[in-house]
T-cell receptor
């Protein structure tokens, strides 16, 4: 089944404890992206990647890192999480790059709480 | 930078009735895409409908249709014959033709009254 998977789905952690949220897609998509969703703010892009070893900042990159060593994986790293990073995180992927259009596929979301 | 505005944080509609969710956006570009996403309690993001800016005809998907007013930069979603399964958060989103990033509105929570 074609899908985007994220792990873990739920995570409660403490301030300063490094964590990684994994994202994997089995559709050979070139484009991958991370969003965070907060009440009253909608979804905002954190980082994106156009291909292997090519990543760039989105609108809210502070406090996050990403890597794209393989086409299928795009982990989100919080080196020193803080309570303001408590949020719902979505990974998304798309098969092609602009200007061509293809639907973005979203993962199921990861609910992160930082105490 | 593009912005997307959803001015209705919450809406409710009687089952089987019609409801319209509003969305406005701001852009200086002429070529772009607009979307409505549905987020049910499962939190999954589900694409409901898409509109290409170069198309004058409004998109329709079964009970879902849009009213796209390019000059006014307005993109409303009409849900006909509302069903209990339509209860969800609905997000309007914008995508430039030159990048993959989606810019989302703040969402409208739709409640269906049985």
């Amino acid at each position: 089944e074609a899908q985007v998977t994220q792990n873990p789905r739920y995570l409660i952690t403490v301030t300063g404890k490094k964590l990684t949220v994994t994202c994997s897609q089995n559709m050979n998509h070139e484009y991958m992206s991370w969003y965070r969703q907060d009440p009253g703010l909608g979804l905002r892009q954190i980082y994106y990647s156009m291909n292997v070893e090519v990543t760039d900042k989105g609108d809210v990159p502070e406090g996050y890192k990403v890597s794209r060593k393989e086409k299928r994986n795009f982990p989100l790293i919080l080196e020193s999480p803080s309570p303001n990073q408590t949020s719902l995180y979505f990974c998304a992927s798309s098969p092609t790059l602009p200007p061509h259009y293809n639907e973005q596929f979203f993962g199921p979301g990861t609910r992160l709480t930082v105490l | 930078a593009q912005t997307v505005t959803q001015s209705q944080p919450e809406m409710s509609v009687q089952e089987a009735e019609t409801v319209t969710l509003s969305c406005t956006y701001d852009t200086s570009e002429s070529d772009y895409y607009l979307f409505w996403y549905k987020q049910p309690p499962s939190r999954q993001m589900i694409l409901v409908i898409r509109q290409e800016a170069y198309k004058q005809q409004n998109a329709t998907e079964n009970r879902f249709s849009v009213n796209f007013q390019k000059a006014a930069k307005s993109f409303s979603l009409k849900i006909s014959d509302s069903q209990l399964g339509d209860a969800a958060m609905y997000f309007c989103a914008y995508r430039s033709a030159t990048e993959e990033k989606l810019t989302f509105g703040t969402g409208t929570r739709l409640t269906i009254i049985p």
